[in-house]
């Protein structure tokens, strides 16, 4: 599967990433040159085979449904780069 | 006479419980060897008032008599750890300026069994690497050189401060973490040794997270012996890490019996890879032997699906890292892009990742989202979680049929020069991980322990591959090829 320069701005507008119109042909041959490396999975016959989900076989741990942690917004907000009257602060989302 | 800084962690402990030394001599002894090493760049953010704070702290205890073994033993902490109050920014200028308001799981258990930080340790950006050279501050410099030759090695990755730390004797010991052979890979291109756990054995809550299902926390020492006694003072269950396990842990130290006598050691053939050079292959063979002088039986194994644990872990740990790092938005902590009139969240989101991730980390996230997008998950993502489930089975099979342990080379060559691997495509760095990626796959223990020098001076290390949760046993096979190799090489001091 090799990635055209469309694809390429897809993913990385996919993943927020900034990417300059004139970085993006590297950028596709790269992702090109990794998925290519990535095929050989296909060789493998997986017919029946479940996907893992867990490595050790054990079933998520549960705890009971209360509140342990809180009441401490300073500290929550102490590494904001923006926050302001106890909330972090973003640019305008809605118009 | 050893230098203090030169101490083994035992050697330490037995010396603070005797009296013959303190915490704070300790400390001050690597304090000073961190700042004569500056050349080195392993230690990225200094702590030296924390240290000394602890170290006195750690000689009251001794005093009272209240010492467990980690009591006053100055350590080296990857940057990937959050630490209170302390930079902690993953080698990433995303998290420039962070300072945790909290402590991670394994060193603040660290540190309540009495242990000292110096510092932090330098690593490859988000432990995304093999060389250290995606660090945002400058890549870690090997100790070790070839022969005469003054060009700088690479220390490995990710956990490459680590490595350089632990062997130019910075501190006694070091934290690392491993998700495709950080910590084995490091340990064997600087002559110590590193164990990664088996998944679940060390809490990973307060670690930078970057594959999920393959990270897992180790410690980074000089002999075996540490490495046990360390690991013990990591392990345990965590309330705060929901696939933390909740078995006890054992005395890993007292499982250092020296006896493998009809142990059954397996030789995986697909290891023995096309073009492998011929002091790794005489490295593994005199390995072999040693484990056979030993009284452990070889028995030639076969792990079918090796060959296709790499192209499996380049899909599962980008999409995992995809997912874990859409956390980097410039909200709530570290870098947010200067913006433009008019810009809204989302170039606000865009402009911050481009600028705060390095090159590495944005092709591995791009990676991720391309694989887990609509109409390539079942045939990237899905397939290779197939594919992992069959690689683990490989290795089922060969415990199954009573292997005890697997003996492999920890990585294809010895340290290559910093630099050398920058016009190579990404996918030539990624085959560092060859011998060591199906261990995090598997979720097994897997260990690096020195057994050799190559022929332009530079240390060699083999593998150990154990049973789920048998560390205590795999340590003990560690113990006897450390013994057998008798490798106490030491890099020359030019720094």
């Avoid at chain 2, 080296?76 to 308001?101: H, M, W, Y």
């Avoid at chain 2, 078995?247 to 053939?269: M, N, Q, S, W």
Wanted: charge should be negative; proline fraction near 5%.
């Amino acid at each position: 599967m090799s990635i055209d320069i469309d694809t390429a701005r897809r993913v990385a507008h996919l993943a927020r990433i900034a990417v300059k119109e004139q970085d993006l042909p590297a950028l596709a041959g790269e992702l090109s040159g990794i998925l290519a490396f990535m095929e050989q999975l296909n060789e493998v016959d997986v017919t029946g085979i479940e996907p893992m989900t867990s490595v050790t076989p054990m079933r998520l741990k549960r705890r009971a449904d209360v509140v342990t942690d809180g009441g401490m917004p300073e500290k929550v907000l102490s590494n904001a780069p923006d926050a302001r009257e106890g909330f972090f602060a973003v640019p305008k989302v809605m118009e | 006479m050893t230098a203090l800084n030169q101490l083994t962690i035992a050697g330490a402990r037995d010396a603070l419980r005797k009296g013959e030394t303190t915490s704070l001599a300790l400390t001050d002894a690597c304090l000073a060897a961190i700042e004569g090493a500056g050349a080195l760049n392993a230690f990225v953010h200094h702590t030296p008032e924390i240290a000394r704070d602890q170290a006195r702290a750690a000689d009251a205890r001794l005093a009272a008599g209240d010492a467990p073994a980690m009591c006053g033993i100055p350590l080296g902490i990857k940057d990937l750890f959050c630490t209170k109050g302390v930079p902690s920014q993953a080698a990433s200028n995303i998290l420039k300026g962070f300072r945790p308001e909290y402590e991670s799981t394994v060193t603040s258990q660290l540190f309540g069994a009495g242990a000292v930080m110096l510092g932090k340790l330098n690593m490859d950006e988000f432990a995304m690497g093999s060389s250290n050279e995606s660090s945002c501050y400058g890549n870690a410099v090997n100790p070790w050189r070839r022969g005469n030759d003054t060009a700088a090695l690479t220390p490995g990755g990710s956990s490459g401060g680590s490595a350089a730390a632990v062997a130019a004797d910075l501190c006694l010991a070091a934290t690392g973490t491993d998700t495709g052979g950080s910590i084995r890979q490091p340990a064997a291109f600087t002559g110590i040794v590193g164990i990664k756990p088996t998944y679940g054995r060390v809490s990973r809550w307060g670690i930078v997270a970057f594959a999920s299902s393959l990270d897992q926390a180790g410690p980074m020492t000089k002999t075996v012996r540490d490495a046990a006694i360390m690991l013990g003072a990591m392990a345990g269950p965590d309330a705060k890490d929901s696939t933390c396990s909740d078995l006890p842990v054992p005395d890993f130290e007292a499982a250092l019996t020296g006896d493998i006598r009809g142990k059954k050691i397996g030789i995986p053939r697909e290891y023995r890879m096309d073009g492998m050079p011929a002091e790794i292959e005489k490295l593994w063979s005199d390995g072999s032997a040693m484990l056979k002088d030993a009284g452990a039986e070889i028995v030639d194994i076969s792990l079918p699906h090796t060959k296709y644990a790499l192209p499996a872990y380049y899909v599962v740990a980008p999409a995992e890292a995809s997912s874990n790092l859409a956390r980097y938005d410039g909200v709530r902590y570290g870098h947010r892009a200067k913006l433009g009139q008019g810009d809204g969240i989302t170039e606000m989101y865009e402009k911050t990742r481009a600028e705060g991730f390095g090159k590495e980390v944005q092709r591995r996230v791009m990676v991720g989202t391309y694989v887990l997008s609509a109409g390539f998950y079942d045939a990237y993502y899905n397939r290779a979680r197939k594919v992992r489930a069959l690689i683990k089975r490989d290795f089922e099979l060969a415990f199954e049929a009573g292997i005890d342990a697997i003996l492999t080379p920890a990585t294809p060559s010895a340290a290559f020069g910093l630099g050398e691997m920058a016009d190579a495509d990404p996918v030539a760095m990624y085959l560092n991980d060859v011998f060591t990626v199906t261990v995090n796959l598997a979720g097994l223990p897997g260990i690096a322990v020195p057994t050799g020098l190559d022929g332009r001076g530079l240390p060699l290390g083999l593998q150990l591959i154990g049973r789920p949760w048998e560390e205590g046993d795999l340590l003990n096979h560690a113990y006897v090829l450390e013994r057998a190799a008798g490798f106490v090489s030491k890099p020359a001091k030019w720094w």
